[in-house]
Nanobody, 123 residues
């Protein structure tokens, strides 16, 4: 079992930066691919960024490329999402997830999910 807890969400203005953290406990997350997802009101949950277990492979949703960076520190069992140049359309609940198969994360499927962190970007 893996428990995931997100932190770092909040209310920011358009153009600001914010860093989300996802702390994992239970099994070591180095063997899991990790991902960040978001769900805006009235919309389906979508994949934002994913990273392989070793951190060498990353994938981003088109709308966040060049603005968001996913990284991980396996020694700290933590995954990060650095968000910059935030836009009002980035407003959503952001979820961290872990799965043994990175391909599953591309389809928003994962074995383990965090509880979510609200990010609100005002215009």
């Amino acid at each position: 079992q893996v428990q995931l807890v997100e932190s770092g969400g909040g209310l920011v203005q358009a153009g600001d930066s914010l860093r989300l953290s996802c702390a994992a406990s239970g099994r070591a997350v180095s063997s899991y691919a990790m991902g960040w997802f978001r769900q805006a009101p009235g919309k389906e949950r979508e994949s934002v960024a994913t990273i392989s277990g070793g951190g060498g492979i990353t994938h981003y949703e088109d709308s966040v490329k060049g603005r968001f960076t996913i990284s991980r520190d396996n020694a700290k069992n933590t995954v990060y999402l650095q968000m910059s140049s935030l836009k009002p359309e980035d407003t959503a609940v952001y979820y961290c997830a872990a799965d043994s198969l990175m391909l599953r994360l591309y389809s928003s499927v994962a074995d383990y999910w965090g509880q979510g962190a609200q990010v609100t970007v005002s215009s």
